[in-house]
């Protein structure tokens, strides 16, 4: 079994409430993974996790993480808007987008928030759209592989993100100039691993060059920003991320690096979204059909644009069926959904114990980058997500979306309300 998971009571219960398809989330653990992660990094004076919005943008869910300390993580003018109307505001507020529409900069800047200058040529645009703050964040890619020890952990030679270290030279000398007083510094390496080595050795080489860029610039260091890419067990054989081990890690870098070299007040900020809320959330969906041609498909009333990752990456999302774990799994099958797209399925050969339309079928790990992705392909609609709150209380915290809100984009004849099955 994931290592989180709920009792199959709940998720009976949760469709006696709603009608599948619809995803669930767990508020208490939700929260006990915000703190554990905080506790990780309590030895740091100035701690704090920017939840990246992208991975689970519910107000409901972000309003929870705001009551644990978190800030967010926004890289779009919605997910600006959506943090603003959630409460968060200035430094509670990390802006972290690429290829940026100008005006996104303004609406970050009346909101305060810090701004991570993906590239070089933003510097002009943000000082011509808002204009460059008083602290200001770079976000490097340092080429190549990455590496930590002999595991090749990314490919950022590969990747369209951040500026090489000469320009991140160049940048700091240009904001300098603006104007800026103090800067950050970011990187995004590595995605959903739980290796251990990981974050330390990005914090060891992020403490190290924005070491070298305060002493270059004469700028005052105010933050380093280790970013998201802490992973969790999607398959249960896989371990979880060790935290604690993390956390220390990433401090004995901050030793070397901060402490001994006498650079204080180093606060450091990550941005989490896949470790805080994947576990935490589940597609539940029913088995509509089940059919036997050359392999047997179990067909569900959920489709890829309720949960893209698998169509998308081949993603291991873990399933079982709901009152019926305990039994062997002899049976082959592919989970699929309704697109007129052969991809359009959670899972291909994959064991499970004899399943029949009417089961309940349960897909794990569905709590970050899986309703976002969703998408309206063959007009398929989103579905609804509930909070399983913490006094055991169900709340619809999305409505499923409708043929309306389908609609209301287009220039159509209204006839089509009366087409409209009741
Ligand atoms: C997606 C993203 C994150 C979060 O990534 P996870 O893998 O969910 O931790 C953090 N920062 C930035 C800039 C991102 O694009």
Redesign the pocket.
Known sequence: MPNFTLPDSVFVDACKAFDTPFYLYDEQGIRSTARRWQRAFSWCEDFKEYF?V??LPTPAILRILKEEGCGV?C?SETELMLAGACGFQGADIMF?ANVVPPREFRLARKLEAYINLDDITHIEELKNNGGIPETVCLRYNPGGHFRVGNAIMGDPGDAKFGMTREQLSEAIMILKKHGARRFGIHA?LS??TTDPHYYPALAELLFETAAELRQESGLELAFVNL????GVPYRPDEEEANVEAIGAGVRKAYEKVFVQNNIPGIAIKT?????MTAAHGWLVAHITHEKNIYKRYLGLNASSCDLLRPAMYGAYHHITIVGKESLPHIEKVDVTGSLCENNDKFAVDRMLPRAEVGDILVIHDAG??CLSMGYNYNGKLRCKEVLLKEDGMFLLIRRAETPADYFSVLDVDPAWKRLQPK
Do not use: C, W
């Not at 970013?227 to 802490?230: C, D, F, K, L, Y």
């Not at 941005?271 to 470790?275: A, F, S």
């Open positions: 990246a992208k991975a993580d890289a972290s995004f995605s959903n970013s998201g890419g802490v941005e989490l979204g896949r470790y970050a980058h």
